[in-house]
């Protein structure tokens, strides 16, 4: 196993142990902390083990950040349907 996919397996453990501790503003802080570090991360699962296997990590990174994407999603969709 790569470092990048060791480094992907402690950012998705980390991320599910913040995702049970309480928080005031509904883990949003948290979550784009854990953006700023899982995008590269991701970058270099990409690169260091192909497309698929990033696909898989990626995969796993949105169940546990559903919210933003799901968020994302919605953006995406009412910017298409105004133009």
Known sequence: MTLSLI?????LLVA???AM???QDNHWRRA??????????WVWVVVEN????ALVVLIAAMSVLRWPVIYLTRWFKRLVMRG
């Open 7 to 11: 480094l992907a397996c402690v950012w």
């Open 50 to 53: 192909g497309w698929l296997i």
């Open 21 to 23: 501790i309480p928080s």
């Open 32 to 41: 784009y902390v854990l953006i700023a570090f899982g995008v590269p991360l």
């Open 16 to 18: 599910n142990i913040l």
